[in-house]
């Protein structure tokens, strides 16, 4: 029987030692379980785009399950990096997470110098999904096909125009993949997220976008832009998107280049936070409303482990640096 019992037991005069140990004991708060706080998802876009909806519509889950509120914090700037280098220097407790797109795995490419070590900053929690990109035009435009396009830019070096959620991001690599592979010129225009863009779009400011189904496909089913292809190596199973030939179909052999994403917490989360997390997460993206909005859209759910997110975005980080490579891309 330990000392402090015994000799409470045998009347015996505690210690002062112990009579000390046992005041301190009964000071120490029990540790609350987590979340006891909201949670917040960092978007490193601004609102409007289809990052933006994929963690508006997964944080309504996610709280619920969580018993917590979950809050979308948009962050937009510097091809993501503004938003994500936040979420690195945040505390490694579970409370902050960063919704990561394709500009997670291309940046450290793109950006000569990050203000954080990619590989040590962060730890995965959960692959979302992945979806393709759509090629876009208004629905006045004069481009009816991806053949189209190519020979406008090439009747007239640099005057067509593509838009882009930023530097790094799956619109901007999609653009320059297609720049590279038709031998084209195309002027590059990065905005602080796909819902600037895509009003520049719309107004008729910038020709065309490699944007996510997700953040177009309200748009193409109201008829207000014109999908042309799809930028995965198979077409869409997107109702809206099923007629919708890929770019590869349209005549850019051995073009793909789709998009995902998935969420990250900083380096250091305990792994039963990181479960926790990872087990809300899986259940907000397989719930009846999720899938209603998003897999209209062409999101194919992954929810899987962050083992294979890990293994995922490694994958993807050496995919893309030799794209980049061969491509000259830069962060302009």
């Known amino acids: 029987m330990p000392r402090i019992f015994s000799c409470l037991l045998r009347k015996y005069a505690c210690p002062i030692s112990l009579a000390l140990a046992l005041g301190a004991l009964a000071a120490v708060p029990a540790l ?42 948009n962050k937009p700037g510097g091809g993501t990096i503004i938003g994500t280098d936040a979420v690195a220097k945040s505390a490694p407790d579970g409370y902050t997470l960063v919704m990561a797109t394709i500009a997670h795995a291309v940046n450290p490419s793109i950006q000569p110098k990050l203000p954080y070590v990619q590989d040590k900053a962060f730890a995965p929690v959960m692959l979302v999904g992945r979806s393709p990109n759509v090629l876009v035009v208004r629905a006045d435009s004069p481009f009816k096909s991806v053949q189209d396009i190519i020979a406008a830019a090439k009747a007239q070096p640099g005057k067509l125009s593509f838009a882009s959620q930023g530097a790094g ?90 998009s995902w994403y998935g969420l990250f917490v900083p ?57 980049v490579k061969a491509a000259n891309i830069t962060a302009d």
């Open 169 to 258: 991001t799956s619109a901007h690599l999609a653009g320059e993949l297609f720049k590279n592979l038709t031998a084209t010129n195309l002027t590059h225009i990065p905005y602080r997220g796909a819902g600037p863009a895509l009003n520049d779009l719309l107004g008729g400011h910038v020709d065309i976008m490699f944007a996510t189904a997700s953040a177009v496909g309200s748009f193409v089913e109201a008829g207000t832009l014109r999908a042309l292809a799809v930028t995965t190596a198979d077409r869409s199973p997107a109702l809206s998107l099923a007629k919708v030939p890929t770019v590869a179909e349209s005549g850019v052999s051995g073009y793909v280049a789709d």
């Open 267 to 323: 380096a250091g989360t305990p792994p039963s936070v990181i479960a926790r997390l990872n087990s809300a997460a899986k259940k907000a993206v397989q719930s009846d409303a999720f899938k209603k909005r998003v897999e209209s859209e062409g999101l194919v759910i992954s929810a899987g482990t962050p083992e294979e997110f890990d293994r995922y975005v490694k994958g993807e980080e050496a995919r893309w640096r030799k794209v």
């Open 32 to 73: 609350a379980a987590f979340p006891d706080k909201p949670v917040r998802i960092v978007v490193p876009f601004s609102p409007g785009g289809g990052t933006d909806l994929i963690a508006r519509t997964m944080g309504v889950a996610m709280g619920q399950d969580l018993g917590q509120p979950v809050i979308i914090d």
